[in-house]
């Protein structure tokens, strides 16, 4: 049986294809204002990809922020669910799940393979992707170049502030007194690392613990939380998937 899994989020919109838990093929594009044609684009995307037409998909399961606009969707399913399933496909072992995705971020804690409870971030943007872009825009610097960076770092500058406004006047006057990039970057790491350990800590945090969203990418903000946590943290292969995945597999069901 193939199913589709279509997770629009608040900056990008993912699908995965599975054919009987095999995952064929995957596509990530950004959304548009327009988030039903965002998810259209998505999934033909990665009908083409996975050498399929839209008649040989026999559900469609749509999860993330912008589930309610995948009106070709045959179901509807939270992306903690989701997320939760997606994790436990590429690691099997899975007891916590972090996701830090582009506004939000959560933390689900698995029990036999369901959902056992969870805390989630929708309210303020520090803790998220949107934190890193904004203090990469105050640095000068790529966002996808700030992993690198804080690995150059001889040491964390501390970044006192988790509000995001506050804590971007507080990188700018670090950088007026002459904090090196470096040293700034790892510190806006140690800063996020704490907040999110912060909030998984309300929920029974046991290993092995998995991180996912596109922040996941990021190398330091990996070894900033396994510092914080003092546990091992693991990333799926392609972290970004991982609601799409987990939507896909309930639709097999």
């Excluded at 050498?51 to 045959?74: C, L, P, S």
């Excluded at 399933?85 to 996701?99: N, S």
């Excluded at 945090?205 to 939380?225: F, I, W, Y």
Aim: charged share 25%; with cysteine.
């Amino acid at each position: 049986m193939i199913a589709a899994g279509i997770d629009v989020g608040s900056l990008t919109a993912k699908c995965a294809i599975v054919n009987d838990e095999e995952l064929v093929a995957y596509r990530i594009i950004k959304v548009t204002p327009n988030l039903e044609e965002t998810a259209e684009r998505v999934f033909h995307d990665t009908l083409k990809l996975a050498g399929v037409v839209k008649d040989d998909v026999e559900r469609i399961v749509a999860t993330g922020y912008g589930r309610n606009k995948v009106r070709f969707a045959d179901r509807k399913i939270t992306e903690i669910s989701c997320h939760a399933k997606g994790a436990l496909f590429f690691i099997p072992t899975a007891r916590t799940v972090i996701d830090i995705g582009g506004q939000d971020s959560k933390v689900i804690a698995i029990a036999n393979g369901r959902v056992a409870e969870f805390v989630m971030n929708d309210k303020c943007a520090a803790g998220t992707g949107r934190f890193f872009e904004v203090m990469a825009s105050a640095l000068n610097l790529k966002i996808e170049e700030l992993g690198d960076v804080a690995r150059r770092a001889k040491k964390a500058t501390k970044i006192s502030s988790t509000c995001t406004v506050f804590a971007e006047s507080e990188v700018i006057s670090h950088l007026a007194s002459g904090e090196k990039v470096e040293d700034i970057v790892a510190g806006i790491h140690e800063a996020i690392a704490s907040r999110i350990a912060a909030m998984a800590r309300r929920v029974r945090v046991e290993p092995d613990v998995v991180l996912t969203g596109g922040v996941a990418k990021n190398r330091a903000m990996k070894m900033a939380l396994e510092k914080e946590l003092g546990l091992e943290i693991k990333v799926p292969p392609e972290p970004q998937i991982i609601g799409a995945v987990g939507a896909a597999l309930f639709a097999l069901q």
